[in-house]
């Protein structure tokens, strides 16, 4: 799980997504406080991620859940609240 930052989102979303990729990590998910979005991606068979779930607390507040760790889901509302 990366949190992602103006200054580090392009090598998170690039270089280290490649990288869990070619090493058989099982999810690779991406939070993005400036968006308000959470996305994951899940290896397939093939050892390649899939397309993403993306969660946007604006347009989707429904959960986001993990398919490694059972019972992990993620509120995006709850998320993203103001404190």
Do not use: C, T
Not at 26 to 36: F, H, L, M, S, V
Not at 46 to 75: H, K, N, Q
Request: proline fraction near 6%; charged fraction near 35%; avoid cysteine.
């Amino acid at each position: 799980m990366e949190i992602l930052s103006p200054r580090s989102s392009k090598k998170d979303l690039n270089d280290k997504f490649r990288l869990y990729e070619r090493h058989g990590v099982r999810e690779y998910w991406a939070i993005d406080p400036g968006n308000k979005a959470i996305q994951a991606w899940r290896l397939r068979p093939d050892g390649s991620y899939d397309s993403g779930e993306l969660r946007d607390m604006l347009r989707d507040d429904s959960l986001i859940s993990s398919s490694a760790l059972e019972g992990f889901d993620i509120d995006p509302k709850e998320l993203f609240a103001e404190p």
